[in-house]
């Protein structure tokens, strides 16, 4: 062991204890293995074998990206064995938190570093541990050279050293997979990195299906449109393999967002949101909600979509917009939501009178905003009122490559360009409208969303369709609301679309199936949406 200074040991252990960076702690005891998942984790160490259970429950909290938590439960077995270097490790796998989170603030990698050196100064690990730790110590390394990226990359690449050379430590192969799955490139439209991970992953889940981890990193590595049906049996199991843990039950709504399953992804999410609530984890709330929003949406339920909306605005204060994880994606919610409720309603008026919300650490937040605001005013009639946050969006377009985002940086820059068109298209330029909008769908269709999102607040392509047809082109814009329908299946505005588009291109039957789906979809309206009343009389006739 390296002998450092006790001050340097006693002010690393302030830094890596302090309260998780956006955790809000309910004072609850801490679950029970049965209830995450750890009976079936098996993370063996050199720590003293009294830890063992203890350290797999760690382990297992990690794998449904419930962190406080976890950091809590490794710093219990810190009390059990003080040498134990892998709690340290545990401690500074949870500060870099949620893999696909985005960029780690300063005050996250502070803390990591901190974790990372107590682990490398402590006890005596083993060879194998050793790499974990040297592997952990990788995303948090010293380097005003390094890109967050770079430094993922060798973190992956230490844990294919350790995959290789202890090829049957389950659980460092399925950190790989997770490695390796955090580096997938959202342009890359082979899915490569993601299908890599999944040939690691599905196996152990077949041997293992009790395993949280592996249904949990399954339904993240097929979380991509033509790959999401495949994550439907890990998706199903997930929530019931770690029942208490908010995330575990949240996450299968990814799956079932991607394939159109709206019921099934507002269950998980009500239960998701509860358990939050519960744990007074306002960002994991925030994050069920916008899912859970997103699904009421598309069902026609307005009304208990405005129920999530004030349950949303009630939460603001509780989130601090420049953290990371959790909270991080609760900032996103925030933004998120409002404006979902207004587009997906076509309530232009609405849309274009949002509040704006700054957020200096994340532009892509307050981007959803003035894209909201833009495509609401110019939809409304008013492209001169759209063009104040049409400016905007080139602002918070520049601000992203402050903060070395470039994967928001080309989201802003979609919305931009989808919000240029309509305002084109309100000054009367419906060609050159078009051509804009069309490029803006290009563009989409060559990247994804966000694992902090259910969907874009409005589909390029969608709009392209809806652009069309207010021009008069309904056999193109039918086109284009079939190919949405490809990657975004039952989407409500997308099915509504397509029957008015196939109605005006003269294909009666066509139209009569879209609408048939669309009373389907939202057979729990809550609402009378003029679509859902067109749909009714027009099956009569």
Request: glycine residues 4%; contains cysteine.
């Amino acid at each position: 062991m390296n002998r450092q200074p006790r001050t340097l040991v006693v002010a690393l252990l302030t830094l890596v204890l302090s309260p998780f960076a956006g955790a809000q702690h309910s004072g609850q005891s801490s679950p029970p293995a049965s209830q995450v998942g750890s009976d079936n984790v098996d993370f063996r160490t050199s720590c003293a074998a009294s830890t063992a259970d203890d350290f797999n429950r760690a382990v297992a909290l990690m794998h449904s990206f419930w962190f406080a938590e976890a950091i809590d439960a490794f710093n219990e077995v810190l009390t059990e064995d003080s040498n134990c270097a892998m709690a340290h490790w545990g401690i500074a796998l949870s500060h870099w938190g949620n893999p696909f989170a985005g960029q780690r603030n300063a005050r996250q990698l502070e803390r990591g570093q901190a974790a990372v050196q107590l682990a490398q100064q402590t006890g005596s690990p083993t060879a194998r541990e050793a790499l974990y730790i040297a592997a952990v110590g990788q995303l948090f390394a010293d380097g005003q050279s390094d890109t967050q990226y770079q430094r993922t990359v060798a973190y992956e690449n230490t844990m294919q050293t350790l995959t290789d050379r202890y090829p049957d430590d389950r659980e460092g192969q399925i950190f790989y997979a997770l490695a390796i799955n955090q580096n997938a490139q959202a342009s890359d439209k082979t899915y490569a990195r993601q299908l890599q991970a999944a040939a690691i992953l599905e196996p152990l889940f077949e041997a293992h299906p009790a395993h949280p981890g592996l249904a949990h990193y399954i339904i993240h590595a097929y979380d991509h449109p033509p790959l999401a049906e495949r994550a439907l049996q890990a998706a199903e199991v997930y929530a019931s393999l770690a029942p208490d843990a908010p995330h575990a039950l949240h996450m299968p709504s990814h799956t079932f967002t991607r394939v159109g399953r709206w019921q099934a992804s507002v269950d998980t999410n009500l239960r998701a949101a509860q358990a939050a609530r519960s744990d007074n984890d306002a960002g994991s709330e925030l994050h069920a909600l916008d899912y859970q929003i997103y699904a009421y949406l598309q069902m026609g339920r307005d009304q208990a979509a405005s129920a999530v909306v004030e349950r949303a605005l009630s939460l603001t204060e509780q989130i601090n917009i420049t953290a990371v994880g959790a909270t991080q994606a609760g900032a996103f919610a925030i933004a998120a939501i409002p404006a979902r409720y207004a587009l997906e309603r076509e309530d232009f008026a609405m849309a274009a009178s949002l509040a704006v919300r700054p957020a200096e650490s994340t532009p892509h937040t307050q981007a959803m905003t003035h894209f909201a605001r833009a495509l609401g005013a110019a939809r409304n009639g008013d492209p001169e009122a759209a063009q104040t946050d049409l400016d905007m969006l080139a602002v918070l377009m520049e601000r992203a490559d402050t903060h070395s985002d470039a994967y928001w940086h080309e989201q802003i820059d979609i919305q931009r360009q989808v919000a240029q068109a309509w305002v084109t298209f309100a000054r009367g330029d419906r060609d050159h409208a078009i051509a804009q909008l069309r490029a803006a769908a290009q563009a989409e269709d060559g990247t994804d969303k966000s694992a902090v999102s259910p969907g874009p607040l409005a589909p390029a392509r969608e709009l392209l369709g809806m652009m069309l047809l207010a021009a008069d082109q309904p056999a193109l814009a039918l086109v284009e609301f079939q190919t949405t329908m490809q990657k975004e299946p039952n989407r409500f505005l997308a099915l509504k679309g397509a029957a008015q588009a196939a109605d005006a291109a003269g294909d009666t039957e066509a139209a009569r199936g879209y609408y048939r789906n669309l009373l389907q979809v939202a057979a729990t309206a809550d609402s009378d949406r003029p679509a859902l009343t067109r749909a009714r009389a027009y099956l009569v006739n």
